[in-house]
Structures are given as structure tokens and as C-alpha cells.
T-cell receptor, first 114, second 113 residues
Framework: DTEVTQTPKHLVMGMTNKKSLKCEQH?????MYWYKQKAKKPPELMFV???????INESVPSRFSPECPNSSLLNLHLHALQPEDSALYLC?????????????FGEGSWLTVV | KQEVTQIPAALSVPEGENLVLNCSFT??????LQWFRQDPGKGLTSLLL?????REQTSGRLNASLDKSSGRSTLYIAASQPGDSATYLC????????????FGSGTQLTVLP
């Protein structure tokens, strides 16, 4: 099973809402990632969790708040977003960060901020 | 800073043709290179991973090569099919990038029936 599951697939939220994106993997991977992808652009790294600890935060605004409750789950909490935050949010995982491991991506969550 | 370039940005071929997608990177100090496929509105599917010590990897009709010294990789697709239509992204993990992926902008492939 090489599956990373993301929910919801689509989310529409207002600028004052609080919502969360969820990601789950059961491959025993110890590194999990959030990426943001705008139309016709490559994915951009947002956060890296390594062994359930935040190891990289690519200067992402605080209105995005990641959380890793356990080694299988990764959440992205959203609050007071802007319309320009509308994008495809991709979760990924690998056995451990970097080096020789294949990185597996989920199907993504489409976020629209109105 | 590592930069990854993919040429062409878009490619249209008739069904059955063999084709090559190109990827180049500026810093040859990489751990590995990974090719992904992305269908419209979907996530990324890993196709092939080549370690820095390897020259090529094969999976079915796909063959990826790596020439680290020249900073180039190619993805060869044999006997293309309409179902191969997608955007193909290459990404490298560099020794100087905190071991994270640097993506190219992708090649959008259309295989015409």
C-alpha cells in the first residue's frame, strides 16, 4: 500500500473561517510534508515533519498552522486566509527526510478562499 | 541554489510514438532525481527514482537516465498511448537544499489518438 490519503478533496471557505486539511499514511513513513501548488506551477514546499517534529518551515504565514498528532497523521489548520491562498494543497510522505527515499504524494485538497 | 529546467514546456505527439522528456539541473551534487506524473487537478504519482550513483531506471514502458556530471536526466516513454497524457515533473534532492525536493516546471504531454 503506497497511499497517502487527503481529506477533504475540495474545500471552500470564507476569509474569517477556521478549517483543517487532513492527511494520513499507513506506510510507516517518518517524514511528512505539506506542499502548495498554484495552477501550472510546480509544488512549493511549506512544512516538513520528521519523526513527528517540525523540521522545516519555509517562512509560511502564521495563518497556516501544521500539526502532527502521530506518525500517521498530518493536519494543516487554516485561519483568516486570503483569496491568494486558493490552491491545491498536497501532502506527501517518505521513509525519512531526503536522501534516497521515494516521496509519495496524496491526491491533494483543492482550497478556494472566497 | 539548485535550479531545475524542463524542456519543452509542452509536447504533442501521435499515439504509438516513442518520446523523450528532458530535465536539467544546475548543481550536480544531488542525492537522487525523481520523475512524477500529474493528471489535471490531481496529485503527483511517483514514476521512477534514480539514485545519484545510478545511470538509469526502468519501469514498464518508461526508462529514466541520469548523467549527473552534465546535470541532465531524460525520461523515455516507449509506444506512447493517449492515457500517457499528463504533466511530467522531475525533481532533485540536492546536498545543499536541506535534503528537500527542487522541482522543474514540468512538461505537459498530449498523446493524440
Amino acid at each position: 500500500d503506497t497511499e497517502v490519503t487527503q481529506t477533504p478533496k475540495h474545500l471552500v471557505m470564507g476569509m474569517t473561517n477556521k478549517k483543517s486539511l487532513k492527511c494520513e499514511q499507513h506506510m510507516g513513513h517518518r517524514a511528512m510534508y505539506w506542499y502548495k501548488q498554484k495552477a501550472k506551477k510546480p509544488p512549493e514546499l511549506m512544512f516538513v515533519y520528521s519523526y513527528e517534529k517540525l523540521s522545516i518551515n519555509e517562512s509560511v504565514p502564521s495563518r497556516f498552522s501544521p500539526e502532527c498528532p502521530n506518525s500517521s497523521l498530518l493536519n494543516l489548520h487554516l485561519h483568516a486566509l486570503q483569496p491568494e491562498d486558493s490552491a491545491l494543497y498536497l501532502c506527501a510522505s517518505s521513509q525519512r527526510p531526503g536522501t534516497g527515499n521515494t516521496i509519495y504524494f496524496g491526491e491533494g485538497s483543492w482550497l478556494t478562499v472566497v | 541554489k539548485q535550479e531545475v529546467t524542463q524542456i519543452p514546456a509542452a509536447l504533442s505527439v501521435p499515439e504509438g510514438e516513442n518520446l523523450v522528456l528532458n530535465c536539467s539541473f544546475t548543481d550536480s551534487a544531488i542525492y537522487n532525481l525523481q520523475w512524477f506524473r500529474q493528471d489535471p487537478g490531481k496529485g503527483l504519482t511517483s514514476l521512477l527514482l534514480i539514485q545519484s550513483s545510478q545511470r538509469e531506471q526502468t519501469s514498464g514502458r518508461l526508462n529514466a537516465s541520469l548523467d549527473k556530471s552534465s546535470g541532465r536526466s531524460t525520461l523515455y516513454i516507449a509506444a506512447s498511448q493517449p492515457g500517457d497524457s499528463a504533466t511530467y515533473l522531475c525533481a532533485v534532492i540536492s546536498r545543499g537544499s536541506a535534503r528537500q525536493l527542487t522541482f522543474g516546471s514540468g512538461t505537459q504531454l498530449t498523446v493524440l489518438p
